[in-house]
Each structure stands twice: as C-alpha cells, then as structure tokens.
Nanobody, 123 residues
Framework: VQLQASGGGLVQAGGSLRLSCAVSGRTFSMYALGWFRQAPGKEREFVAAISPSGSLTYYADSVKGRFTISRDNAKNTMYLQMNSLKPEDTAVYYC?????????????????WGQGTQVTVSS
C-alpha cells in the first residue's frame, strides 16, 4: 500500500485548504485512514480519522468544527477539508492507513504512511 499526500500550501489565517491522499492498492476500502501533523520541534499529533466505509469520523479537539475528513472509495482517495485555518495549524500533514484499528489516535498503530505535505498559515 502506498499513500501520496498533496494539496498543501501557504494560506492566510481564516482561509481554507483541501488535502488529498491517494492510496494505491485494490483493498483501499478495507483500510481505516487518518491524518496526522507535525510542527517543527513538536511530536507528530493526531488530526482526524475515518472508518473503512466512511461512516465514522474522529477529530482532535483542536480541529473539531473546522476540519472535515472524508473518503471516496471509488477513487481510492481520502480528503481533509480545512477551514478557518489558524497559524497554529502550520505543520507537515501526513496521511496514514491501517487495517485493524478504526479511529485510532495513536500513530504507532498505523502501518502505512504518505510522505507529507506542508501547510503554512500566515497571520
């Protein structure tokens, strides 16, 4: 399984971005997926997760109400719509997949990772 994250960029505070994560492999719909982020000098942190069917979603408190995770199993792609962005959202965003734990907030439980995409929010 290979993951490719894209869609990052530079945006002003209050703006929006949509991240995409393209996943290779025939069993995309079997994987629970998640987004994590890592800011300079900080540990990688959980952002959002989604169940294999897409019916269940989970969010970190810091992004709840501003970010929306979704997936299109027909296109083997996951998305993260980010609205009302804040400077503290600046980080490298990573997508990840695992076949066992839906909604996990623990990065250790994810088996596959994308390369990351930079999101920078200016004040």
């Amino acid at each position: 399984v290979q993951l490719q994250a894209s869609g990052g960029g530079l945006v002003q505070a209050g703006g929006s971005l949509r991240l995409s994560c393209a996943v290779s492999g025939r069993t995309f719909s079997m994987y629970a997926l998640g987004w994590f982020r890592q800011a300079p000098g900080k540990e990688r942190e959980f952002v959002a997760a989604i169940s294999p069917s897409g019916s269940l979603t989970y969010y970190a408190d810091s992004v709840k109400g501003r970010f929306t995770i979704s997936r299109d199993n027909a296109k083997n792609t996951m998305y993260l719509q980010m609205n009302s962005l804040k400077p503290e959202d600046t980080a490298v965003y990573y997508c990840a997949a695992n076949a066992r734990y839906t909604g996990s907030r623990d990065a250790v439980l994810y088996d596959y990772w994308g390369q990351g995409t930079q999101v920078t929010v200016s004040s």
